[in-house]
């Protein structure tokens, strides 16, 4: 079976433009993310996928092996699928470019459901929230699965409401996918014949575009302590627990 892990990285983010070159203690956030997949071994290869010249660049100058693709496509899941049109392989992995702290064996969570599981066509991780502030940030997708963990439903809000009962715990998601390539093309054929879906395009949530059409997203319960970088105070939280690592000796300084 060969997998590949592939990073979507555009320069053009609407909420933080350039994110996958800002500095995080001397090398770019993409360049961080690159070496975590790296050291995930079910993967053959990994490869970021952009549409920008400075991305591409910046990955050639750190021997991060790159693919340059259309800018016309709308969401991340698109360029992967072009990714998965140019690079045979039997499962693709979706990592984000903006999750530098992602620990490896996370990463591996996404792929492990598929070893045991031949009718698995895509998988997503989720994280009990531990922060409160998550639980009504909109930048957050929360999850809601059913008791076998297949996802019903993602959403920006807070839910499940807690109407009747105060205890109840939420998770959210970790922008890992594991794709297999059936998928991945009919998420690309449906967007070029109709766009997004229709709450896909409300919440703006890449994979409410299966659920609502009825493919089964397998959840994985991972404890992950990452933090996505979508705002310049993410980026500090970032670069401040990166460096907390450096000094206790968790990380060796790139440079």
């Known amino acids: 079976m060969k997998i590949i892990g592939v990073i979507p990285a555009r320069y053009k ?6 994110k996958p070159l800002v500095d995080i203690c001397g090398r770019p956030m993409i360049w961080w993310v690159y070496q975590q997949c790296k050291k995930v071994e079910d ?7 952009t549409d ?22 709308k969401t991340g899941t698109d360029r992967i699928g072009e990714v998965a049109r140019k690079i045979q392989a039997d499962i693709i992995v979706n990592i984000q470019g903006d999750e530098p702290l992602l620990e490896p064996s996370t990463i591996r969570a996404a792929i ?23 639980v009504v ?4 997708p929360k999850v809601i699965t059913n008791k076998e963990g297949i996802g019903v439903y ?7 409401y807690p109407k009747g009962n105060i205890d109840c715990s939420y998770y959210k998601q970790v922008c890992v996918y594991g794709f297999k390539p059936d998928a991945l093309q009919f998420y690309c054929d449906y967007g070029m014949k109709y766009g997004k879906a229709k709450v ?39 670069r401040a627990i990166v460096e907390e690592k450096i000094k206790n000796g968790e990380v060796k300084r790139p440079y």
């Open 52 to 73: 920008d010249q400075k991305i591409y660049d910046t990955c050639n100058c750190f021997n991060i092996k790159v693919i340059m693709t259309s800018d016309a496509h």
């Open 200 to 238: 896909e395009a409300v919440e703006d949530i890449e994979i409410l575009r299966f659920i609502e059409n009825g493919y089964k997203v397998q959840y994985i319960e991972v404890d992950s302590e990452t933090v996505a970088v979508d705002t310049p105070n993410d980026l500090e939280k970032v």
């Open 13 to 18: 983010s609407s909420r933080f433009p350039g």
């Open 112 to 134: 492990v459901p598929f070893y045991s599981n031949p009718d698995l066509e895509i998988s997503n991780l989720m994280t009990k929230i531990k922060d409160p502030v998550d």
């Open 137 to 140: 940030n909109f930048t957050v």
């Open 154 to 160: 993602l959403t920006r809000a807070t839910a499940p």
């Open 43 to 49: 993967f053959d290869d990994v490869y970021v996928a």
